[in-house]
């Protein structure tokens, strides 16, 4: 069943810049009624607080360290949509020494990152009537680019990490978003060298704001990542969505 955002009370983590910035201010122009901008360093929500005023609340979040996970969960117990948007990605090829530090930093902001956040918020959702939980994954969970390696490894678990959580969290009903964005322009895209076939951000804020009206599982916001959906929608329907697969 899908959720309307209008009204209701958000948290994005790595709410400052990027996709995370665009995912806010989707949500308050379609009728949030507040949205807690978690970030690791609470300045970088001041430009956010001088547009929007009140409506949004930074909350210090760090991925990288729970206990500010859970003190996030505490601060934000009103919160009704959580959307995990934080994450990082290294240029690393499998072949190259650097992999080993690149995975370890990747698994621990993007997989164990989503885990604490899943679980710091569980309680959150369920005491507000379920709500919705979205994770941002990408369609390197799907598909691996070798320069990318350790990354793509790292999404390919927080999407079956996704998986196992919407069947957890439907018990409480709180449904559940894997989004899956191709290459978006941001400093990340910007980072890794894609600028030249990044599309804008603000297509995967509005895509989450359909997507969690609709309540779909997935969100495929742009080009690449919509021909990658295509392609994968009758396995999705037969293995990954189907009926009883949890
Ligand atoms: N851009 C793309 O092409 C693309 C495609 C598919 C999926 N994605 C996914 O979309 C999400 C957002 O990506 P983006 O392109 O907006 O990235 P970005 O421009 O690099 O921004 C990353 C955001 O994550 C925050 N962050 C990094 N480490 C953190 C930590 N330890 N704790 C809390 N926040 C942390 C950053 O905060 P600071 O400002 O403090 O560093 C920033 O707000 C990521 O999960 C990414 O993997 C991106």
């Known amino acids: 069943m899908g959720i309307e955002v209008q009204g209701k009370i958000a948290l994005v983590t790595g709410a400052n810049r990027g996709i995370g910035k665009a995912i806010v201010e989707a949500l308050l122009s379609h009728g949030a009624a507040k949205v807690y901008a978690a970030v690791r360093s609470l300045g970088t929500a001041t430009p956010l607080v001088e547009k ?14 729970p206990a500010s996970i859970t003190r996030a969960a505490a601060t934000a117990s009103d919160v009704e949509i959580v959307i995990n948007n934080a994450g990082v990605l290294k240029v690393a090829n499998a072949l190259e020494t650097a992999a080993f530090e690149a995975l370890e930093y990747e ?3 993007n997989v164990y990152g989503l885990l604490h956040v899943a679980q710091a918020f569980a309680p959150v959702l369920k005491a507000n009537g379920g709500g919705a939980f979205a994770q941002l994954n990408s369609v390197a969970s799907l598909k691996a680019f070798p320069d990318f390696a350790t990354y793509c490894a790292s999404k390919a678990a927080a999407y079956s990490l996704t998986q196992s959580l919407r069947a957890s969290f439907a018990a409480q009903g709180t449904h559940v978003l894997s989004v899956h964005p191709g290459p978006i322009a941001t400093d990340m895209a910007n980072d890794a060298g894609l600028t030249e076939i990044a599309e804008p951000a603000s297509q995967v804020g509005e895509g989450v704001v359909t997507a969690l009206r609709s309540g779909a599982f997935h969100l495929w916001p742009d080009s690449m990542a919509r021909s990658m959906g295509d392609a994968y929608q009758s396995f999705s329907a037969a293995v990954i969505e189907a009926e009883g697969s949890e």
């Open 52 to 65: 929007y005023g009140e409506k949004v609340v930074p909350v210090q979040c760090d991925l990288a360290d």
């Open 107 to 109: 698994f621990q902001i």
